[in-house]
């Protein structure tokens, strides 16, 4: 993987559960502004907690980080506070709960600490609604009573208003339509691009995902197993073997690079 | 949470069935005869000092199982102890009823106001009987006020003593040993109670994150009947309080009495039996000592003067500190000084977190 | 007709309070008991300026206003920061003993006498004729102030963005920190502008009435009208802060002084036996056993 300029490192993360047991394991990767990386793996592999420690909103009482760095452009921004990260660029669209829906449409997109006052907020706004035309209706409209869709587009639309360098998105295809996703995941691939973010994708949709990412990892119960060009990934057979954790007969090729990866996370 | 089970408490529930280490036992007989000679060591002002404080052991272990088991906190206890209180008051007076009737109707009467007041509350989330038992407080006190002014002409009720077979209860040794005895009751059937399933559930109810919200209905029951078995305890203490005092006045039930039973189970250690009875001995010791040290080293004089609340304000310092530092009360300090030499060891280790 | 001002009056001071206490609790989930207790401070601060130089009273209370905001900022930052996230007991048990500890040190610095604000402010006594009443300077700014407050952080809640922050990171504390808004930067401020509720009521309590460590208990009073309107509610305010004065006066005038004393929490307990979300409170709101 070639890097262009300096951007997301992590390595060697290493996450402990306080009630016992192991999160993450020697995890690394690295997301570059204006690349998209996926980030998959099965439900408890450990994806969230990752993107977690990255943006700084592990929730203390239930795990903490033990090991390994974090570093954004060279600086360490492991143990900093979640605004803090959310201010210098790494913003997070969680999983749950990814929106504020007592506010309104237009109240979510003000919100954000980097909104944009008078003037500058129309433009902000107008921005926003050119990208997902579908909440231009609903811009008064509590965030709670729109459709799951939206909601996913209206959180993704405040994650931008942040100004974002580094962009990390946990499952937003769930529960969605395959139009919408696909609508969504377009847009991901246009943000990147133009805006110059570095996109980290979380996510089950293995192949939708990996067809619009550049590079890809696999996590497997808390350990990078796969990792590697996001084409060259799409294209293996073994590819559902890799993710679900299942040993297939013959397979130097996987464990070669399973050795690799470890090699490089140690 | 810590394993009461496991530790060796006063209560007589070490006899039963298990096999106690030679120590243990040498301890607890000590101990018992320590308490059973009392009235014969100690003059009459530490006996009563000493009454006093069993009483606080009944009224911080009904505390304790609503907040420390059922995870509930009843700012209403000044109130209900008012309650039994006056209900002694109001029977001895009115009807001349004899002692075991008095605490069985004052208990009653506690279990139902805790009824009442439980009910609405246990629907909301835990602040709502906050407030709630703070109203029962204050309704109650009004109420006992206005019945001190028109029947008493103000100034409080005597309670006559009352005979117990051949003892009377104005004899301060004979109180000694029914307040102990019934001090020793509660602890026991405290103790008991949280082994058995009711206990077992409420416990499950105050750890909430787990399985509660799963068990929906009953969650809301189990609370309702902690809080009225608290407030029946609660008022069983008052109307031995009256006993004991052989006076009743309102004067004696502020909303301050509250915050002295709210230290002694924050203090003493939440869900802890011994921690209960070791909150209720230290805060019921802690004024008598105060005023003490403050006859004794030159203060100014507003400290004397103030005195009232300069007790209280060494109770709220007492709570903060325990609440911030050490949540597991006294109880809790002890284990953690004993382990500070194997934490030293053993750094680079995740700790423990502190889990009120 | 007097006793229609009377409950007038009363319920302004009560929504003083409530609107304060409301703020706090929408803001951080907390009910701050010492509430009554800052209001006492509250008084005594404008007690302590006065007596000490002889300003003009509004400059008295403007340095009370300051600094019950400092205190209170400084009583979210410092004790119930730490502890938000512990079981529901422990803040309000924080903010109890909090309140204590004003107590005590007011009772130790200032003694248990009573002081008449008034007197020391030497406030002006305007007053003018409507109605067969002597309407006062002092109980008209009483009613405007309190109207005043009201309006202002209601309408500051939802206009202002740093309103709808707080809104924010009242619904999702997380998610804004994700958003980069400080949490604790916005409850800062928020506990501090609800303090100005509380001195502000001391102020008219010291000046109408007297000034001692015991009227802590008027304001645990004032926060009933908030229980009684619905915990997180504005709207529920007025109406609840009249329900109660006027429970309370009429019960003072008709029925017994002693009983009157406590007629908020008799209200309160009887609203949230019948309707626990309070009078315009939404079922959902106290969600969860």
Partial sequence: MTRTQPGLEVRNLGVLYRAGGTALHGVSLAVTPGMITALVGMNGAGKTTTLRAISGSLDARLAEVTSGTVTWQGESILGRFAHTLARKGIVLVPEREKVFQTLTVEENLSVPVKAPAGAERHTMLDEVFKLFPALLGRRNILAGYLSGGERQMLAIGQALVMQPRILLLDEISLGLAPVIVAQLLRACTDMAKALDIGILIVDQHVHAVLEIADDAYILQRGRVVLQGGAAEMLARADLEAAYLGLKSAANDREEATEHAAHGHAA | MTSDAARPTRSAQGSRGRFLALWQAVWLIAVLAIIVAMPWIASAFWLGILRSCAIAVIGALALNILIGYTGQISLGHGGLMALGAFSAAYLTNTFDMPFVGVLIVASALGGIVGLIAGLPGVRLRGLYLAVTTLGVHFAVIAGATLYQSKVAMGTGFRIPSAALGPWQTGDGRVMYYVLMLFAAAVTVFTANLLRSRVGRAWIAVRDRDLAAEAMGVHAARTKVEAFVLTSALTALAGALLAYNQRFVSVEAFSFSLTIQYLAMVIIGGMASIPGSILGAFFITLLPPAIEWLVGVIPTPDTVSTQLFYVQEGLFAVLLLVFLYVEPRGLVGLWPRLRAIPSRLRKRGRLPAPMHP | ?289
């Fill in chain 3, 1 to 289: 007709m007097q006793t229609v001002a009377n409950v007038v009056l009363l319920g302004s001071l009560y929504l003083l309070l409530a609107t304060g206490f409301v703020l706090i609790y929408r803001g951080s989930r907390v009910m701050n008991l010492a509430y009554g207790d800052t209001m006492a401070l509250g008084a005594y601060v404008i007690l302590l300026v006065a007596m000490a130089s002889h300003v003009n009273w509004t400059l008295a209370v403007l340095l009370a206003l300051v600094i019950g905001v400092l205190i209170g900022a400084a009583m979210y930052w410092l004790f119930v920061r730490p502890v938000q996230d512990h079981p529901v007991y422990v803040p309000i048990l924080v903010t109890i003993a909090l309140g204590i500890l004003i107590r005590t040190c007011i009772s130790l610095v200032f003694t248990s006498q009573n002081r008449y604000l008034d007197e020391v402010l030497q406030i002006p006594k305007y007053s003018v004729s409507l109605a067969h009443l002597q309407i006062n300077f002092i109980d008209a700014a009483l009613v405007g102030t309190a109207l005043a407050y009201l309006l202002v952080v209601a309408l500051g809640l939802r206009r202002t963005s740093f309103g709808i922050r707080m809104e924010a990171v009242a619904e999702n504390a997380d998610l804004a920190a994700l958003r980069g808004i400080s949490p604790a930067g916005v409850l800062a401020p928020v506990w501090g502008i609800a303090m100005i509720g509380a001195v502000l009521a001391g102020f008219f309590i010291g000046v109408r009435t007297t000034v001692s460590p015991d009227i802590w208990l008027i304001g645990l009073k004032g926060l009933t009208p908030a229980l009684v309107g619905g915990l997180s509610s504005f709207r529920g305010l007025v109406p609840g802060c009249l329900l109660v004065a006027a429970t309370e006066v009429l019960t003072i005038q008709y029925i017994d002084p002693v009983l009157g004393e406590v007629a908020p929490f008799l209200v309160m307990l009887a609203v949230l036996w019948v309707r626990p979300w309070g009078l315009a409170g939404k079922p959902e709101q106290i969600a969860r056993v």
